[in-house]
Structure formats: C-alpha cells, structure tokens
C-alpha cells in the first residue's frame, strides 16, 4: 500500500519485434509529494492518447510535461516511446540516456534503449545493453522483462551471431517463470519461439494459455488467437524462423 500522497501511476512498456512496437503490461510508479501534478496528469494524457495511437497529441502532451517539470523521467520515458513510434529512434536513445543519467537503475529506460538502438542496427549494442541488465539483477518484473527483451533478440534479429531460436526458447520460459506464468504477452514469446524451433505442440499449448491468464486484455487476445491460428497448421510467425 502506498503512503498518503504518493500515487502509483502507470506507464505502458512498449515491447519490439524487428519492425513493430507492441503493446505491454503497465509498470508503476511512485509520485511523492512535491511532485508538479500537472506533469503528471500531462503525462497521462500522452500515455492514453499513444496507446489509441495519436502520435502526434502524445507527442504534444509530454512535451509540456517536461516544460513543466524537467526532472519527472516519465515523461521522457514515454516520448522515447513516442519517437520510435515516429521513427526517430536516435532522438529515442538520447531522451532514455536522459533517464539513466538521473537515475541508473531505471531498467525500463535501457530495455527501450537497446530496442533503439536493435531498430537502429546497433545489435550488439543492443544485446550488450539487455547482458547489463540481466547482470545487475533488478526486480523480479524488470528482470522478466530483460530476459523476454533478449528472446525477442534471439527470435528476430538479422545478426545470425545473435539470431538463435533454442536461446529465445530458454530465455522465454525463465521470463514465464520469473512471473509465476501470469503474464500472457511472455508466453505468447515463449509460444512463438518454440513455434520457430519447430516445436509446435508447446507452440500451441502455450499459446492457449496465454489466452487464459488473468487481466489479459482483449487486443492482447485476438492477437494470440492470430498466431494460434498460424501455429495450428505448423506455421511459424513471419521473421523467426530458423
């Protein structure tokens, strides 16, 4: 339970495929008092209006969220999200180290760092930087995460140095099980990692489940019923298989 005056606020974490910026669970963060509460309720707004997909008004909200209170990471947290969303990925990078300057042990802001820098080309940076943060060993969310951001590296990228799809099978399922298995988009990685290893059976199964874990959204669900559907006849998805 958080103290009186300190909220928890939600911010969407996006996660990557090799063209694509996907949706993730919401993490959470502490506004204590003295904070510039219309920084915050700006970013909110930029938060809502980018998952409905208005780039632009995301864009404009967490600007002046900014000018508002400088110091307040969220902001540059979600219009790093904004800027890849808008192909602006170098700008993307440099709001994240922004971040990390003010505080080392965001882990969120350098997993969005090294998805900068993957859609960028810099694939060892980006490998190199996700190493990191399974090394320092942060919370057991953010961990998760950082093992799930490495297999959707194994799974997608063009390196064949890095591209390894029995490495995405084995960093997939300690992600699933950092979380207790109750995090639908981790196994749906898992299920299309073991799809591009030609393991279709657990493809399958895993896909099922993750339809049934609790707070799945329903966006989330029709997308796992999309690759249910190509996994039934033995189809991996486009870009991972090996």
Known sequence: MLKPGVRSVPLTLFLW???TVMLSRPIEVEVGR????????????????LFKGDLSGAHKSVDAAIQADPTYWPAYYIRAQVLIGERRYQAAVQDCERILRQDPTVVEAALLRA??????GR????????????????????????????ARL???????SIRNGQAAVADATTACKL??????????????????????????????????VTKVREDEKKEY???LALF??????PGTMH
Request: glycine share 6%.
């Open 179 to 212: 979380m207790a298995w109750s995090d639908g988009e981790l196994i749906d990685v898992l299920a299309t990692a073991e799809a591009a290893t030609g393991n279709f059976d657990g493809a399958i199964r895993h896909e099922e489940q993750a339809m049934t």
């Open 17 to 19: 495929s090799i063209s």
């Open 34 to 49: 003295g904070r510039n509460w219309n920084a915050v309720k700006l970013v909110d707004q930029g938060q809502e209006q």
């Open 232 to 237: 039934q006849p033995h189809r991996a998805l």
């Open 225 to 227: 019923q999309r690759h």
């Open 123 to 150: 694939y060892g940076a980006s490998l190199k930087e996700v190493q990191h943060c399974i090394s320092i060993q942060p919370r057991q969310d953010a961990l998760a995460r950082a093992y799930n951001t490495r």
């Open 115 to 120: 998805q900068a820098n993957f859609l960028l």
């Open 154 to 160: 194994h799974l997608y990228c063009p390196d064949p």
